[in-house]
């Protein structure tokens, strides 16, 4: 636990990128049709998060943390390597927005991201115990690795309430 008025390390997700840590870290990320999964483990109190923008890649590129299978691969080794027991994890997942002024088939990209990310957890027993998914706005992820607790704020939001969170998970 941080002692009163310390400092939190804070580390901010680009697409590809997955961070786990032990210490309290606040992990940030800007999400539209891409999604984040947040993994947490209370008894350890450790988690990280990962930032995809495709369910799947194909040859040498499909290795790439940019796609999901490796980037919840990654998230999940990286929070065992610190300790974290699969058992324990539970999940919070984000993003798969609609941000394009496009017409998009109900089951297009946005939408398959979401289902990759809710089947991959469901297929390793994780249970989901948040989330805010879809839309047609972007949203800023603020995830506390030490507590599990998520702030969504969305862009338009921010403004009318000078950054406050908007959501809780």
């Given at each position: 636990?941080?002692?009163?008025?310390?400092?939190?390390?804070?580390?901010?997700?680009?697409?590809?990128?997955?961070?786990?840590?032990?210490?309290?870290?606040?992990?940030?990320?800007?999400?539209?049709?891409?999604?984040?999964?947040?993994?947490?483990?209370?008894?350890?109190?450790?988690?990280?998060?990962?930032?995809?923008?495709?369910?799947?890649?194909?040859?040498?590129?499909?290795?790439?943390?940019?796609?999901?299978?490796?980037?919840?691969?990654?998230?999940?080794?990286?929070?065992?390597d610190l300790g974290g027991s699969p058992r324990r994890f539970v999940a919070k997942v984000f993003g798969g927005a609609r941000v394009l002024d496009l017409e998009e088939p109900l089951g297009g990209l946005p939408q398959q991201n979401v289902a990759f990310a809710k089947a991959f957890l469901a297929a390793g027993a994780i249970p989901i115990v948040g989330e805010d998914v879809g839309g047609v706005t972007a949203r800023t992820v603020h995830f506390h690795t030490d507590s599990g607790r998520v702030f969504i704020k969305r862009p338009s939001q921010e403004r009318a309430s000078h950054g406050g969170a908007v959501a809780l998970y």
């Open positions: 636990m941080l002692e009163e008025g310390a400092a939190v390390k804070e580390v901010t997700l680009y697409l590809g990128d997955v961070h786990a840590a032990y210490e309290p870290t606040l992990v940030k990320t800007l999400l539209g049709s891409c999604v984040s999964v947040c993994l947490y483990d209370p008894l350890r109190k450790i988690g990280g998060m990962n930032h995809f923008m495709l369910p799947q890649g194909h040859g040498e590129d499909g290795a790439s943390a940019r796609f999901g299978v490796p980037a919840m691969e990654n998230l999940l080794g990286a929070l065992i």
